[in-house]
């Protein structure tokens, strides 16, 4: 990963725990993202990568560690399960810097694609409609979908639907894009219309977290990889290293079962 100082970082984790109830989760997870560093964590099923995205912007709150953004640590209030962000107004200025891309897509079903797309510019960043809708429609040829403005999320296909969720997050202007197997839900052939997309981003220079079940795609897109077993970080570093020298015996096995190494 990047050798910049920590205060570069657009992102950084530093021991992240997260439980439910008995079930321990995240055990201490650091992670770091700089400006225009691709992240992909995968691993298992219950490894904890879904949830670990979900800390960093605090859709799930972790019992401990830290998180910083851009270098700005989040405050908090109370400890344990206590633990609760103490300024809402911090976590609303993060989140407005942090677009999340779901693997249901998370459309407004009563909106058309332009408007879902102009909606949080327009209410959140107070940005003007014409302006926004400019951008919107620039966005929209970006992913592919330019002529589907007008139409609503039950006309389109699933991989138009979720290139949608995307140009939504790009309209936000996000210092980071955060992506929940964003390709999970979708039809071999529709998945292969947002990995273009998703390619095209990290061409771009986006800084990104990413996390999925397409090991080509991490492969290729991504300046680090982390492996997630059990919670904790088994394995890390760069493409090369994790799928092409993997030290570990459960990182060669997750990597045998998903037909990355050689038989």
């Known amino acids: 990963m990047s050798s910049s100082a920590v205060s570069s970082s657009v992102i950084a984790l530093h021991r992240i725990h997260k439980s439910y109830d008995r079930l321990e989760v995240l055990k201490g997870v650091d992670l770091t993202a700089h400006e225009g560093d691709v992240v992909s964590l995968i691993g298992s099923s219950g490894s904890g990568k879904s949830t670990l995205l979900r800390c960093i912007n ?8 830290e998180i910083e953004f851009c270098g ?3 405050r908090w209030s109370g400890e344990g ?10 976590v609303i200025d993060m989140r407005t810097q942090l677009s999340m891309v779901f693997q249901q897509f998370n459309l407004w079903t009563h909106m058309t694609v332009l ?8 209410t959140v960043l107070g940005q003007a409609r014409d302006e926004a809708i400019a951008d919107a429609m620039a966005i929209l040829e970006k992913v592919g979908i330019a002529d589907k403005a007008g139409s609503y999320p039950a006309q389109l296909s699933g991989g138009q639907q979720q290139r949608a969720a995307i140009a939504r997050a ?8 955060l992506f929940d197997e964003p390709t999970s839900a979708l039809d071999p052939e529709l998945e292969q219309e947002v990995i273009k997309v ?4 990290a061409a771009e220079g986006r800084t990104m977290i990413l996390v999925t079940h397409d090991m080509n795609l991490a492969r290729d897109v991504s300046t680090h990889v982390i492996f997630l077993n059990e919670g904790v970080v088994e394995e890390e570093g760069s493409p090369e290293d994790v799928f092409g020298k993997p030290k570990s015996d459960r990182l060669r096995q997750f990597l045998h079962a998903t037909s990355q190494t050689p038989h």
Not at 115 to 122: F, L, S, Y
Not at 170 to 177: H, V
């Open 58 to 65: 605090m859709l799930e709150i972790s019992q401990s560690g």
């Open 198 to 201: 998703i390619r095209g981003l």
């Open 115 to 122: 408007k879902n797309v102009i909606e949080a510019p327009v």
């Open 81 to 90: 399960a206590n633990r609760v962000p103490a300024d809402r107004q911090q």
């Open 170 to 177: 790009l309209a936000m202007r996000p210092k980071a894009l």
């Open 72 to 74: 700005e640590a989040v």
